[in-house]
């Protein structure tokens, strides 16, 4: 059974930095890819950054490009997404999701992946 458990979220004040984690197990295809959506209060899903298997490559929503970062630790099975430079607009649910195959075409497509973690709340204070 593919779980994903995401930790790491909070309250920060704006400019502030916060790093998530998704803990992965029970994948049983390869490659697979990671993506980080988020949910905001009243709005839809969104894409926010996806790390394939297969290469460690990354992509990112432009909203959060040079200011997010995604990166995986294979021995803990983990995925981290590293945030700096938070805006109160950056406030929502933060929700881990894998896919079998890697990022590329649909990364931002939540009906695309189709294992989930329960979301992790991150709030920035203006």
């Known amino acids: 059974e593919v779980q994903l458990v995401e930790s790491g979220g909070g309250l920060v004040q704006t400019g502030g930095s916060l790093r998530l984690s998704c803990a992965a197990s029970g994948f049983t295809f390869d490659p697979y890819a990671i993506g980080w959506f988020r949910q905001g209060p009243g709005k839809e899903y969104k894409g926010v950054s996806c790390?394939?298997?297969?290469?460690?490559?990354?992509y990112y929503a432009d909203f959060v490009k040079g200011r997010f970062t995604i990166s995986s630790d294979n021995v803990k099975n983990t995925v981290y997404l590293q945030m700096n430079s938070l805006k109160p607009e950056d406030t929502a649910v933060y929700y881990c999701?894998?896919?079998?195959?890697?990022?590329?075409?649909?990364?931002?497509?939540?009906?695309?992946?189709?294992?989930w973690g329960q979301g992790t709340q991150v709030t920035v204070s203006s």
């Open positions: 790390i394939s298997s297969t290469d460690g490559s990354t």
């Open positions: 999701a894998a896919r079998s195959g890697t990022c590329s075409g649909t990364y931002h497509d939540p009906t695309s992946f189709h294992y």
